[in-house]
């Protein structure tokens, strides 16, 4: 007698995904909606024992209170790296093995930092608005302030995680001194670990933030930090916006404390502050550091692999927790 094909796993998504995700997801698995119900909870504790995993995005999450509701959960699989909006400590107490697409977006992430750092230094979008403006025509040549030089300048990296060991490498081609800061040193890497963050502000011309998010990193770069780089150095997050202090970065640019500060995110984002939109010397991003047409793909691709490889050999491709 031939045994009835096993149902696909049932899966909850916690929050909406690219369609690069959501259409081969529901193609492979038994898909369902948190965030389509009205009152999420409510059907969670009636319907929440027949799921077997859940799919989600780095920069939305969920929050622990879904856990106790879905006692047959085995997996966790998440759309980006960022470990901030998982509830980690709850998924630990259970056992619940967490995947995450680490390493399938470190170039480009880092690409993102560097785009940031030369638009900035060389004052890139500021020298195309002036050309489209005609300005460049009624000052005549040469009149276009002057940027910085960015080839043998000093990088500091904040963070010697995977992608920060891809901006910290690519600086090699630009002939820069490099340095970094984290809790640990970073065994094999041919930069200088510096364990205090003012010293590596102050000793950088370009500080680049690619630290973790949380309550560990919550306003790591503050107002002594900004005071250390000082009015020639510049500002590159693309970490999370709660890795700086936010009122304390606006007062930096507002009063030239720092030279200027390139962001991919933000405190409150999308709905950011009206203050930050109207910052002097800053270039402002929409969280797209891994958001190239390759790199989400494959972000997708290694959300599905990591549920496949659980479900069919109760293995992850690459795990987080
Ligand atoms: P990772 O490999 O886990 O590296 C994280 C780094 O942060 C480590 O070097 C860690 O070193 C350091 N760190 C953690 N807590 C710290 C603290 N309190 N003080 C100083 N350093 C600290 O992570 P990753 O893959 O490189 O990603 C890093 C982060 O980038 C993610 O968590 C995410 O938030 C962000 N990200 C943003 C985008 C974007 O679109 N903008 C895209 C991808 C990732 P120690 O533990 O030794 O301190
Ligand atoms: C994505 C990110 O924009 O990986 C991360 O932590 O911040 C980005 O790659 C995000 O995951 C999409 O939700």
Redesign the pocket.
Same mark, same amino acid.
């Given at each position: 007698m031939s045994s009835s094909p096993r149902p696909a796993p049932r899966l909850l998504q916690t929050g909406p995904l690219v369609p690069s995700l959501a259409e081969p997801l529901n193609a492979r698995y038994t898909v369902e909606r948190l965030f389509d119900h009205p009152d999420p909870l409510t059907w969670l504790r009636a319907e929440g024992a027949r799921f077997d995993g859940i799919a989600c &995005? $780095? #920069?939305?999450g969920f929050s622990a209170d879904l856990l106790p509701l879905l006692p047959a959960l085995q997996v966790v699989s &998440?759309? #980006? =790296? #960022? +470990?901030?909006k998982i509830p980690q400590d709850a998924l630990r107490a259970r056992g619940i093995p967490l995947a !995450? !697409?680490g390493g399938v +977006?470190d170039d480009c =992430?880092a690409d993102a930092a560097w785009a940031l750092l030369m638009a900035l230094g060389r004052r890139v979008v500021e020298a195309d608005a002036y050309v489209r403006s005609g300005q460049w025509a009624q000052d005549g040549l040469n009149q276009f302030p002057l940027g910085r030089r960015i080839s043998g300048a000093r990088l500091g990296v904040v963070g010697l995680g995977r992608i920060g060991q891809v901006v910290a490498r690519r600086a090699a081609g630009f002939d820069m001194r490099v340095a970094y800061h984290s809790r640990r040193p970073v065994a094999g890497v041919p930069w200088r670990h510096e364990p205090d963050l003012c010293a590596l502000a102050r000793d950088s011309d370009f500080l680049v933030l690619i630290t973790a998010?949380g309550e560990a990193t919550r306003h790591l770069v503050n107002a002594p930090v900004l005071e250390a780089l000082g009015p020639r150095g510049y500002l590159i997050n693309v970490a999370?916006g709660s890795v700086v202090d936010e009122a304390a970065l606006l007062q930096a640019l507002a009063s030239g404390q720092i030279a200027g500060a390139g962001l991919d =995110?933000f405190d409150n984002e999308p709905a950011i502050s009206a203050a930050m939109r109207a910052a002097p010397r800053t270039l402002l991003m929409p969280?797209?550091?891994? $958001?190239t047409e390759e790199t989400r793909q494959a972000?997708a691709q290694r959300v599905i692999d990591n549920l496949d490889a659980w479900f069919e050999r109760g293995e992850l491709v690459s795990p987080a927790l």
């Open positions: &995005s $780095a #920069g939305l &998440s759309y #980006g =790296v #960022g +470990l901030d !995450t !697409t +977006l =992430v998010g999370r =995110v969280h797209i550091a891994s $958001a972000m």
